[in-house]
Structure formats: structure tokens, C-alpha cells
């Protein structure tokens, strides 16, 4: 019997990443530990994991510590590669908040990602060359897919109002998102949802809100609502009408065969609830 070559991925979205470079190759599976709406910054490695990591003949994580309470097992684990490593320095975002102090939420400048999904299928030409020349093409067809995501991004956090781009959100996951498509990026937590929220964050996005007359805050579909829920409830007594816009898909990708269940279709519904909230 032939065994399946296994590739192991932290997050979902690093899976959807290799599905479109594997395209149906039958000789290959791939396994995602995370599924919709689990948060990796929280994310403890089960039993079964530990088995899947011996079982996977190859691995890609994030890296930069978004998978925060794994990166001793996955530090020591030869066959893991951390994606991260693709980018440039420059092209990092320096963020003190954060324990590396690098923020890890580098998939939301769809540019950057077209950088991860290059490095991967490299890696996955090297230990499939039987598959390389059908990778190699898989992967072209996708960079055009993801470039004209990003071009279509940009068109449309432009079409809001300049004075209105500012996106106020649970967590900072959107630091890149906000640099590449030009939209200041207003998180409550710091960039891991590790760090609970204190009074003075909620103060502070409450005086922000009322001040620039924020038409809508957004809610996150990996991280805890509570939060948000008290900066709306301050904006209320101060008579400050604020609606929820939203929720937004930040660390975990939706539930398979929604539009959100690939990573194309979670930019693209994030960017809409965006524009259709703040226009
Ligand atoms: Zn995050």
C-alpha cells in the first residue's frame, strides 16, 4: 500500500495556502490542526497533534510566536518550517505589545502572502520532485488569483471616505491589512489576544470613537466579544450612537464550504463588512 505523504499545517489558512499548491495530488494529504474560529495565540497542542506531528512528513507553521503555547514543540521539530521566514525584515511590523516584537499577522497583506505561498511551494517542489513542474504551475494560476485579491482590496477600502477609514476591532490582527490598504488599524487588546484588555484600552477607544464619530466597531470571529461589548456600552452613555459593523475573520479561516472557508474568501468578506460598515 502506498502511504499518503503528509503535510501538516498549524492554522487553516496555511492549509487552504497548500491545497492551492497541491491541487488534488492523490498521493498527498493535508491536515490543519485549527480549525474555523479556534484562536492560535491560545491554541494548546492535544495528544492527537503530537501523533500528527510524527505522522507528517512535512510541516508549516506561522512562526513569529502566533502559535504561542507550540513553539517549543514546533522549535524542535526538524521537518517544520515557519513561514514567517519568507519576509523581509523591512516588511515586518515592529510592535513592542507583542513578546517577539514582531506583529505575526502577516496574512492580511495579500502581497506578503503571495511571498508565503512561494516559499511553501519551494519547499514542497524540494521534497516532492516527482510533483514539482505541477506545483510550479498550481502556484503561478494562484499568485494571478491573489493578485487580483489585491487589487480589488485596495479598491474598495478606497472607495470609503478617507476621514472614515479607521477600523476599530478586538485585537490587533489587522496592523498589516491597515499598512497595505492604506486604513488605520485601532485594536483593543494589543496584538495578542494572550493579554486581557484593561479599563484605560476601553477609555481610550471609547474618547477615540466619540471623537473621530466612528460610525462602527467590528467583532471577531476567533477572539472573545466581551471587550467590544464594553466600549460599546461607554460610547452608550455618553450618547454616542456606534454599531457593531460586523464580525471579522482574523486568525482562523469560516466553516469549510462558506464563503469564508478559504482564505480568498475571508479577505474578501472581511474587506466588504469593512466598506459596507464605514461608507
Ligand atoms: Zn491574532
Not at 77 to 95: C, D, G, P, T, W
Not at 100 to 125: A, M, R
Not at 130 to 156: D, F, G, I, K, P
Request: a negative charge; glycine letters at 8%.
Amino acid at each position: 500500500m502506498n502511504e499518503k505523504f503528509i503535510i501538516l499545517t498549524t492554522t487553516g489558512i496555511l492549509g487552504d495556502a497548500i491545497k492551492n499548491i497541491v491541487k488534488g495530488d492523490a498521493h498527498v494529504d493535508v491536515v490543519s490542526l485549527m480549525g474555523p474560529g479556534i484562536d492560535p495565540h491560545m491554541y494548546q497542542t492535544t495528544p492527537k497533534d503530537v501523533q500528527q506531528f510524527r505522522r507528517a512528513r512535512i510541516i508549516f507553521y506561522n512562526g513569529l510566536d502566533l502559535e504561542d503555547k507550540m513553539k517549543d514543540l514546533l522549535a524542535k521539530e526538524r521537518k517544520a518550517y515557519a513561514v514567517s521566514e519568507a519576509i523581509n525584515k523591512a516588511q515586518l511590523l515592529f510592535e513592542d505589545m507583542f513578546p517577539v516584537g514582531i506583529d505575526p499577522h502577516i496574512w492580511f497583506d495579500v502581497k506578503l502572502w503571495k511571498q508565503v505561498v512561494g516559499f511553501i511551494s519551494q519547499k514542497l517542489q524540494e521534497v516532492r520532485p516527482e510533483s514539482a513542474v505541477y506545483y510550479q504551475n498550481n502556484t503561478l494560476a494562484y499568485m494571478e488569483v491573489l493578485e487580483q485579491l489585491h487589487q480589488s482590496v485596495t479598491e474598495q477600502i478606497q472607495s470609503i471616505p478617507e476621514k472614515q477609514r479607521v477600523l476599530i476591532t478586538a485585537h490587533d490582527a489587522f496592523g498589516y491589512f491597515g499598512k497595505a490598504y492604506d486604513i488605520e488599524v485601532v485594536g483593543l487588546q494589543g496584538i495578542s489576544t494572550v493579554s486581557e484588555c484593561g479599563l484605560q484600552d476601553i477609555k481610550r477607544i471609547v474618547a477615540l470613537i466619540i471623537k473621530r464619530n466612528v460610525k462602527a466597531v467590528f467583532f471577531e470571529t476567533s477572539v472573545s466579544d466581551k471587550s467590544m461589548r464594553a466600549v460599546l456600552e461607554g460610547c452608550a452613555n455618553y450618547g454616542h450612537e456606534v454599531v457593531v459593523g460586523g464580525c471579522l475573520y482574523s486568525d482562523a479561516l469560516g466553516a469549510p464550504n462558506t464563503l469564508a472557508g478559504t482564505y480568498c474568501g475571508m479577505v474578501r468578506a472581511n474587506a466588504t463588512t469593512i466598506v459596507n460598515a464605514l461608507k
